[in-house]
């Protein structure tokens, strides 16, 4: 490292000094194949990132979470890791990741990293050791069963990819577990050997400088110690938010093969290391039926995670004002004391600008809301620009994924395509030669470049919330009452006392109103909201549009 930290032990002094950075946090998703080019390869890379940091930090976010960009077979795209301690060549060195991360620190932005430690590549050391005998020192790293005496998997789990969730191994003669690709198996956090590895693999990343990590399918570390089989679920009970409907994965209540309570132990450890280095962790939680529960769960107190985010908002064809607030009542049920990082968009989903058919009238509502709701944020690259879902011909896809289920769900290839930065450019100005997929025409006109100069675009709209998000506590980490909706009206208050902040939105294109809690609300916000006023307790808003209140003196 340079001379941007005197030493590790300032770094780490720094970041104690504010060890709640990330209540309330907005953290910006790269996804390292598609933000920049530096080389001319088609592939994004590390120092593509470090060009354009100075992006995300004029958003005005705390952090950039980066997925991955360890040494990997590229089958799943860098989440099947080969290596935990090194960068692809792909994406560059490791004196790149380096150089990277003190870019981002000059910038004041904190940089979080993506570890998948649920699974490993099948080209990874520890797996070509644990399989290729049933007595070597890391036979009992990753999840073998024998087969049931018909030769059938141990059990009915399924991968989230389709399929069985056991491959079966020719050396050993035994099955392993790989919740995903059959080239991703699964690791057993049963053996302390593993867990100690694994922390060890963060350790290496902390004293790098990182200042946090993305945790990967957090809900899958650990599996039901005597494999038993997965209840089935009833039809009415069935939800496509963590797979396509077209999956025959949403047919069981995964209660086995995830979810175990022994995950909580584990966390418990690994904050142990991360309160050492004044580090985060937000965790990703994918479980349809039970999402709020377990994150109310891995993030009650200060001994587990700091955020987990669920599919709730990333997933369905709208999200109307009724489905916010029974989204909540639940959430306010189940995981009061937990902290959630909200999101509408990241690498796995279609764009949310495609997904709920948004107008930028639309966006721009939509956005505010999720800036003012009680959490951290997660923003995805390329959606404060409005990247509407790429449409890819059946030729151009690379995601397995969309290959294995085609046409009936296309995969994610959609949202992965390259960052647009110039109009006029070759390629957006995303690469000066081929992409790995290609930009589409429409992407090319939302281009950073055009927006800049456009005062009315988006891009400007999402700079001005984030500020307003920022410069307000209430918003960033104070209270939120009940979440109320009437109609297509949306509203709840943050904060107490005199520093209430009543947050209204208009979800539709059709005028509506809003019945005020008691009190004398001063507009706040106006570059947001045009100013509109309470009168007499009723807030009247404009199509899409949303309002902010300031408690004056009590009536």
Not at 24 to 47: C, E, K, M
Not at 90 to 107: I, K, P, V, W, Y
Not at 369 to 379: F, I, K, P, Q
């Amino acid at each position: 490292m340079d001379g941007v930290h005197d030493s590790l032990a300032d770094l780490v002094a720094g970041r104690k000094s504010d060890p709640d950075w990330w209540r309330g946090a907005v953290i910006y998703q790269i996804y390292p194949r598609s933000f920049r080019d530096s080389n001319g390869d088609g592939l994004g890379d590390l120092a593509g990132i470090a060009e354009r940091l100075p992006h995300a930090a004029s958003l005005g976010v705390d952090a950039v979470w980066i997925s991955p960009f360890f040494p990997s077979p590229m089958k799943d795209f860098g989440y099947d890791v080969s290596d935990y301690r090194g960068v692809d060549p792909l994406f560059g060195s490791l004196g790149d990741f380096d150089d990277l991360l003190n870019a981002a620190h000059r910038l004041g932005l904190k940089v979080m990293i993506d570890l998948v430690l649920s699974h490993t590549s099948d080209r990874h050391p520890w797996f070509g050791e644990s399989r290729s005998s049933g007595d070597n020192a890391k036979s009992d790293w990753y999840v073998w069963a024998d087969p049931k005496p018909d030769g059938t998997p141990p059990n009915n789990w399924l991968s989230v990819f389709g399929g069985p969730a056991w491959q079966w191994d020719a050396r050993r003669r035994q099955y392993y577990l790989h919740n995903f690709l059959a080239s991703q198996p699964d690791l057993n956090f049963w053996n302390p050997e593993v867990r100690e590895a694994l922390l060890g693999v963060a350790r290496f990343w902390l004293d790098r400088g990182v200042d946090g990590f993305r945790l990967d399918t957090v809900n899958f570390y650990f599996a039901d110690k005597e494999l038993r089989d997965n209840p089935a679920l009833p039809p009415e009970s069935r939800d496509a938010s963590i797979a396509p409907a077209v999956n025959p994965y949403n047919h069981q209540d995964h209660v086995r093969s995830k979810n175990q309570p022994e995950n909580l132990e584990f966390l418990s450890e690994f904050r142990a290391l991360l309160d050492e280095y004044g580090a985060a962790m937000v965790g990703e939680v994918g479980d349809a039926q039970r999402g709020f529960e377990l994150i109310g769960e891995y993030t009650r107190g200060n001994g587990r995670m700091q955020m987990c985010y669920s599919f709730e908002f990333l997933s369905g064809d709208g999200l109307p004002a009724e489905k916010v607030k029974r989204a909540f009542e639940r959430f306010d049920r189940v995981a009061s004391e937990g902290w959630a990082c909200w999101a509408y968009s990241n690498h796995d989903v279609v764009r949310h600008a495609t997904r709920w058919s948004l107008s930028p009238a639309a966006q721009r509502s939509y956005l505010t809301l999720l800036m003012s709701l009680r959490g951290s944020v997660c923003l995805y690259q390329g959606e404060e620009l409005g990247l509407p879902e790429a449409e890819l011909a059946y030729e151009d896809l690379k995601d397995p994924y969309g290959i294995e289920f085609w046409p009936e769900f296309k995969g994610r290839d959609g949202c992965r395509t390259p960052m647009p930065w110039a109009m006029d450019a070759p390629n957006a100005g995303f690469s000066d030669a081929r992409p790995w997929l290609p930009v589409p025409d429409p992407h090319q006109a939302l281009a950073v470049d055009a927006q800049e100069e456009d005062p009315e675009a988006l891009l400007h709209h999402y700079r001005r919330v984030i500020r307003f998000r920022g410069s307000h506590a209430a918003l960033r980490a104070g209270a939120q009452s009940a979440v109320e909706s009437e109609g297509d009206a949306l509203w709840f208050t943050r904060g107490e006392g005199d520093g209430r902040i009543l947050c209204a939105f208009n979800l539709s294109d059709r005028p509506c109103q809003v019945r005020t809690p008691p009190g004398e609300w001063v507009p706040i916000g106006r570059e947001l909201n045009g100013g509109a006023a309470v009168e007499n307790g009723i807030l009247r808003l404009g199509p899409w549009q949303a309002c902010f209140n300031m408690i004056g003196k009590p009536r």
